[in-house]
């Protein structure tokens, strides 16, 4: 007899963003002419840019002829990749990361969700509140216990630093969703609290591209000694567009070490080389070859563009919301804004409010985590004439 993984039975039936596009689905299916704006998953509009195009068509023309046709990569990225990451993205920032640190992926949620794999079950994790569901629901899968780390307005989204031990603690600035990012002081104490409790602290980086404000930690190894307590995730979808593309990494440095049953250390960086070469083939030879544009200078001044865009349209939702008599968080360097709901209503009761009314898609707090009740996200990512006709709509049902 086959039997189930009994902790999927606990799980809410829908993944949070399948469960609004069938909701939407459904809307559109019973009302054909509804003009629906969609501003609920974090999807880019922006198409790729330029320098990213040219590369993928020359490693397509690559594949087409059998001198230089690729099939199976190395599991863990392309030398030229990690390579443009590590100086890119880290040693220009004065952090210095080493090639076999860098795993490349198929994206953040991916690695996000499967991290879980190389950590014991019996392990207490913190999750902030709100967050982004796959870290509730792929601990939930494993059964593993949760601690919830409320983030509020009071402590700025950041979350209260634990009085008790956590085995480990999972990070996401700027934050999805409430659009808050974390001070260099405030990530301190994060990495301060890990250490101290051999904690280990699971940081998403995915939106670090929208930090305008340079005082702002792009990266948790931008705190000294964060090597020795931090994993860190990065995903070119937001930051070059690359959704549907799929590229991200995971940098996994070679100190890092957590215990072993009997005491003893295991680095993690073997653990996830091993994880990854047994159950992942690599991100596409096409992918790697487009990521790699993205770190040229022309492709860094064509995606600067593309989230100044993007910025520029977060400005344009916050200030609607401030016309509503709303106080948004978020927008200033995170494609995310999150608000309370007019007059408290339920974040699900609102979701269909607006859907119905003004034909208007957001993402409702409640979905991730009961500290997002009466909350609502909207993304910045749709369209700039869009957004402002999506506002437009929104203020005349909300004033
Ligand atoms: C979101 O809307 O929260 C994100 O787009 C989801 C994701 O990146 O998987």
Redesign the pocket.
Known sequence: MAIVNQNFLNLSGRYL?SEITSKVNAFQKQNPEADIIRM????VSRPLVPKVIEAMHQATQECSCSATFRGYGPEHGYSFLRQAICSSDYKSRGIDIDESEVFISD???SDTGNIGDILSCDNLIGITDPV?P?YIDTNMMTGRKIQYIICTPENGFTGDIPSNKLDVVYLCYPN??TGAVITREKLQKWVDYALANDCLLLFDG?YEAFIRDESIPRSVYEIPEAKRCAIEFR?F??TAGF?GIRCGYTVVPRELSAAAKDGSRVFLNGLWERRQSCKFNGASYISQRAAEAVYSPEGQAQITADIDAYLDTAKIIRAAMLEMGLNPTGGDNSP?IWSRTPNGMPSWEFFDYLLEKAGVVM?PGAGFGQAGEGWFRL?AFQQKDRTIEAMNRIIKYIK
């Open positions: 963003f609920g998953i974090g999807d994206g953040a949620k982004y796959v999805n969703p995915a995903s979808s937001k959704t995310y993402t993304t």
